[in-house]
């Protein structure tokens, strides 16, 4: 079952726009991460937020985390083409190290 | 060069064949993890593994075996391969439990006809 569910499913923007897609999960977690997928690649780990975190930066990224609502978002500012990518979060469930859950994604694109 | 690597890239084989997918991390990480990903289901846990000779079930085990004798090794053997089984294949490794950052292998394309 999946635990976290992405939104938009897809997302297209100019490059230089910022981009924000957002997960929503059911259940209390320990932490969430945001991974990024090029086409035909693994995916890269981009950021880790724990449950008593509210805000982290990276960069050009921002992921908030709103434990009440159960929802986070990640934020690429000035975007560029090369930040065209599917972008995975992943929860962490509370209660001990139980295993991550991904969601199926927000496919982004930048036009150039 | 250092990282985990996956082979073969990519595979055909036939329905009832047996077919093993190779993982291998230079991290010496503890935790390892093959993932199937499907359009739509986004990635699903297949297996996992805490330590070496230690392993266990995720979401969609079915049809899979996997061992683990060597901390750098952890190959996905489909005894009898079915058409449902064409996935995209990746492996990853934790350096600690479940939740911590995971790395991911390039992944193996795997096509049953």
């Known amino acids: 079952s999946q635990q976290g569910e992405e939104d938009p499913q897809a997302l297209s923007i100019q490059e230089g726009e910022n981009a924000t897609m957002n997960c929503s999960y059911k259940t209390s977690i320990n932490n969430l991460q945001w991974y990024r997928q090029n086409s035909g690649r693994g995916l890269v780990h981009l950021i880790l937020i724990r449950s008593n975190e509210r805000e982290k930066h990276s960069g050009r990224l921002r992921v908030t985390l709103d434990t009440s609502k159960k929802s986070s978002s990640l934020l690429i500012t000035a975007s560029r083409a090369a930040d065209t990518a599917s972008y995975f979060c992943a929860t962490g469930p509370s209660g001990g190290y139980q295993k991550v859950t991904f969601g199926t994604g927000t496919k982004l694109q930048v036009i150039p | 060069d250092a990282g985990i690597t996956q082979s073969p890239r990519y595979k055909i084989t036939e329905t009832g064949r047996q077919v093993t997918l190779m993982c291998h991390q230079t991290?010496?990480?503890?935790?390892m993890f093959w993932y199937r990903q499907d359009l739509g289901h986004g990635l699903r846990l297949i297996y996992y593994?805490?330590?070496?000779?230690?392993?266990d079930k995720g979401e969609v085990p079915d049809g899979y075996v996997v061992s683990r004798s060597k901390t750098e090794n952890f190959p996905l053997t489909l005894e009898s391969a079915t058409r449902s089984q064409t996935s995209v294949y990746f492996c990853?490794?934790?350096?600690?439990?479940?939740?911590?950052?995971?790395?991911f292998g390039p992944g193996t394309r795997l096509l049953v006809l």
């Open positions: 593994s805490a330590a070496a000779d230690i392993t």
């Open positions: 991290w010496s990480h503890s935790y």
């Open positions: 990853a490794s934790s350096a600690g439990n479940h939740q911590e950052t995971q790395y």
